[in-house]
């Protein structure tokens, strides 16, 4: 299995970015999808999941901003950004949850005020 995000930036306050991790191997059969992220000396933390059904969740601190999708035709989840505030500031990644494959490298997101 390997993950891949993509579509991080440096973006103003405000703002908004469409990440992308595309994925082999199809890890996300029968595992929920997620999106999670690691701020500069803190933990990598889940904010949004979707599971092999649709459903989604969301941390409280995105919930209303940030929307997780996935089109199993491309391989590919998103996570659709909006309102960013400096605190979204942070490396993303995709792995399913509980993460239980190979991280891949992260997409860097920057929010400027």
């Known amino acids: 299995v390997q993950l891949q995000a993509s579509g991080g930036g440096l973006v103003q306050a405000g703002g908004s970015l469409r990440l992308s991790c595309s994925y082999s191997?199809?890890?996300?059969?029968?595992?929920?999808a997620g999106w999670y992220r690691q701020a500069p000396g803190k933990t990598r933390d889940l904010v949004a999941r979707i599971t092999s059904g649709g459903d989604t969740n969301y941390a409280g601190s995105v919930k209303g901003r940030f929307t997780i999708s996935r089109d199993n035709a491309k391989s590919t989840v998103y996570l659709q950004m909006n309102s960013l505030d400096v605190e979204d500031t942070a490396v993303y990644y995709c792995?399913?949850?509980?993460?239980?494959?190979?991280w891949g490298e992260g997409t860097l997101v920057t929010v400027s005020s």
């Open positions: 191997g199809n890890p996300f059969s029968y595992h929920s």
């Open positions: 792995n399913s949850v509980p993460a239980g494959f190979p």
